[in-house]
Every structure is written in C-alpha cells, then in structure tokens.
C-alpha cells in the first residue's frame, strides 16, 4: 500500500532482489516495445533537474516563470528560481520549454473497470464481460490515466468485478505495469436489491451478479465493511440513495441505524466512508451518519451543503459524469446546446458549494468517459465557476488532503513524493491546456517525457 511505502523512505519496492531483476528485464523488453511516450517507468531513480518554463507547486494561486525542481532518488529535494538551484553532477536535465509543471493530478472519483457506456451499456459490461477481461482493461486504463498527468487516483468501486482492483493497485505497486498510485474500495456496499444490473427491469426468475455487495440490517452492514477492509479496501464506498423510490424515482437505501452501522465500523478499522448520494435526502443522511466524502451531491440544498461545511466533508461534483451521459442518452451535443436540466442541476449545486466554503475535491466519474480524459472535471469545474487555479488546487492539494495524504504528495514542496506532471501551455490561467501532457513522473520515475 502507498502509505506503507512512504514509511519506508526512498524503498518503495517491496519485492525480493531476484524479483526486481526479473521485473527490470520485464520493464526493458517492455520499453522495446511501447512507444517512446508510454514507456513503463523504464527511466532509474536518481537525480533529475526539471526545467519547466514555469513551475505551479499548488503553494498559493500563482506559477513561477523561471523555476526549476531538483528530484532526488523519488523525493522532491528542491524547488525555486533556477539560479538557486544546485544540481549533483550527473543530474539528468529535463527542460520542458513553454510547459508548466504541476503535482502530480488527483482524480478521487473513478472506476478502472468501467469503460464508457456509449461503447458498452453499464448493465451489459456487469452482465457480460469476464472478470478476466474487465482486469486486463483496467491495466490499460491505469496507463492511460497516469499518461495524461494524474499519478494517484481514488477508484471508488469495481463494479461488478470483485476484488480485482487489489490485484490492480498491487502489480503498480510492484512495477509490474504502469499505473498512478491507487486507493481502492472493492466491491462497494449497497442495500438489498437497490443496485443494478435489475432487479427492476429484469425477469424474477434470474440469477444476476452484483455491481456492489449487497447488505440488509445492521449485522450485515457491519460484516461487509469487515470483509472489504480485510481484503484490501483503502475506503469504504456506499451507495446511500439510488433509484428505488416510485417509478424508479431516487431515494435513501439504507435506514439511518444501517448508515451508522456502516461509517462507525469502517471508521473502527481507519477506513474513511465515501457516499454516492444524489439527493438531498440522500446527502443529508449520509452527512448525519458521518460520511468522510458526498460523490455527486446534485440535488443538495444550501441548508444540507452548509451541514457538509460544517462537519468537514468534502463533495466530489463528477460534472463531467453527467455531461458524459446526458450525451449518449440524450441527444447532448457539446459546445452546440445549452445544458440540459441535469447539467444545471449538477451546476448548481457545485456553485451552492462553491459560495458556501465546502472542501470540493476533483472527482469525475470517469469510466463513465473515457479513462485519460480526466483533465475534463477540472475543466467543467472551471466552466461552472471555480478559477483555474481553485480547480487545480481540487486536484492536487485539496484532493491529497481528502486522502489524508498530504504529508506525501499534492505540492511541489521539498520532501514530498516526486509525482510531478507537465502540461503545454499554463493550465493556472487555461484550464483547458491540461489537455496536453508533455511529462509525467511518479514517485521518481519518469514514465512521459518530450
Ligand atoms: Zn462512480
């Protein structure tokens, strides 16, 4: 796990030295064969000096034209003017002329295991795709997510896919292939016969698998956090309204005593509680119970938003999630229409947060849409309100924070993990350049460079 080797200092490998060679050869024939830009951190550790045309460390609002970053053995040793830099003879020298460098980018609302439902539905991906392949297409995902820049990622669920993504977190962590540092939740929690695929729509007489575990009852609740936590969750995810009210309309799922249940013994076992949560209804409970993150929060109101800031929780908007879907399914053109009644909503209720001070994290659903076009939530977040430098804040320090791991990553600051990204242009002022990665580094290594 991510914590554990941040412990441990600079020795974030946990394998034997036989398995390290074998893995390094693993990575140089790999090298061989991928392209130059998706090479899979075949660059060693060592002494890197970073030569951006400016640097945005996520200290305050603005970039520093002139800066340089000095990366020892996987750490950030240095950071300022250029001049006030020293380089170890034999640094490697990387200059990114007219790019800006970043932390590297959070996104703590994804599903590896999905992909988008415009290719696939959601139902027929749970319903038909083997858990096999729906691993093999999270590896893809994970290095297309940490090409474009984002070098940690919360994935809030497998849905449908058991425990694959302890599988996923542990062959990045081992080097086994190229992916941003995961903090999983597994299997997710939901109440009995309130998650898809059906049962609603689908005729009594199936057998269908689950997208989530399903609970009823405080017992239950309790031991499927237990189950979760035991097998690998870094947090547990509920689901606390869905669309089980009358004619498929959104509503709580869980009682108020299984909610408690459900957030004392995950909080029991230091694993933080995300809550999907829609409605109002939903998102109030949620909060009541003591939940650690709100995902979606479209339908909350002021008075609920401002419990939210008053107890520390952070909401994750998933903007792009409903653009995304108001796209395939409802004939949305981007850039042609206005936005839909879902849309505004979701705006809404962002800019309701926004003004009343509550801790917004950058999460975007993504699986939803395409898996490396993360940089999409910050950009809809922008286009909702928030500044550029408010939205990259919710993506690096701010999201860091949320994991509470901000003694470790989402600044450029000296002793911190050297996750750093690159981006053509100056996304401080354009969001839109986010876009466009020239450079990626996790933990030292370097796995896009120009
Ligand atoms: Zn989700």
């Not at 800066?67 to 003879?89: C, N, Q, Y």
């Not at 009644?341 to 809404?348: G, I």
Request: no cysteine; aromatic share 6%.
């Amino acid at each position: 796990m991510i914590e554990t080797s941040i412990d441990e200092g600079t020795e974030t490998m946990r394998a034997s030295p036989m398995i390290q060679r074998t893995m390094a050869l693993l990575l140089l024939l790999l090298g061989a064969v991928l392209a130059p830009a998706a090479a899979a951190g075949t660059a060693p550790k060592g002494d890197w000096l970073l030569l951006p045309e400016r640097v945005w460390t996520a200290e305050g609002d603005a970039a520093h034209t002139g800066w340089a970053v000095l990366v020892h053995e996987g750490v950030i040793a240095a950071v300022g003017p250029r001049a006030s830099i020293e380089a170890p003879a034999g640094a490697q020298r990387i200059e990114l002329p007219g790019a800006t460098l970043t932390p590297g980018l959070i996104d703590l609302h994804a599903h590896l295991f999905l992909h988008p439902y415009n290719e696939t539905l959601w139902n027929d991906q749970v319903l038909t795709e083997p858990q096999d392949y729906r691993t093999l297409l999270a590896a893809k995902h994970a290095r297309d997510t940490l090409l474009a820049g984002f070098t940690t990622l919360r994935d809030l669920g497998t849905e449908g896919a058991g425990y694959a993504d302890v599988s996923v977190q542990r062959a990045i962590d081992e080097g086994l292939i190229p992916g941003p540092r995961l903090f999983v939740a597994t299997r997710a929690i939901v109440a009995t016969a309130s998650y898809g695929p059906g049962p609603r729509g689908f005729r009594p007489d199936l057998e269908l698998p689950g997208g989530a575990q399903e609970v009823s009852g405080v017992d239950q609740a309790m031991a499927a956090v237990r189950e979760q936590a035991a097998r690998g969750a870094d947090w547990i995810k509920l689901y606390g309204d869905y669309r089980v009210g009358p004619g498929g309309a959104t509503a709580p799922t869980f009682t108020p005593a299984e909610l408690k249940a459900l957030v004392d013994t995950a909080h029991q076992l230091g694993r933080p509680v995300a809550v999907h949560a829609a409605s109002d209804a939903g998102v109030r409970l949620a909060a009541e119970a003591g939940a650690d993150s709100i995902e979606h929060g479209y339908g909350a109101s002021a008075a609920t938003f401002q419990l939210l800031k008053q107890k520390g929780i952070a909401y994750e908007p998933t903007l792009t999630a409903v653009e995304a879907t108001e796209q395939y399914f409802h004939h949305y053109v981007p850039g042609r229409d206005p936005p839909t009644p879902r849309m505004q909503e979701a705006a809404h209720a962002f800019r309701t947060a926004l003004k009343l001070g509550v801790t917004i994290g950058n999460g975007s659903d993504v699986g939803v849409f395409a898996h490396g076009e993360n940089w999409r939530e910050p950009a809809a977040m922008v286009a909702a309100g928030m500044t550029p430098a408010q939205a990259l804040h919710a993506a690096t320090d701010v999201a860091a924070k949320i994991l509470r791991q901000q003694a470790a990553f989402g600044r450029i600051a000296p002793g911190l993990r050297a996750d750093l990204a690159a981006f053509a242009g100056d996304p401080g002022t354009q969001i839109g350049d986010l876009a466009h990665p020239v450079f990626v580094m996790k933990d030292g290594s370097v796995y896009r460079r120009p």
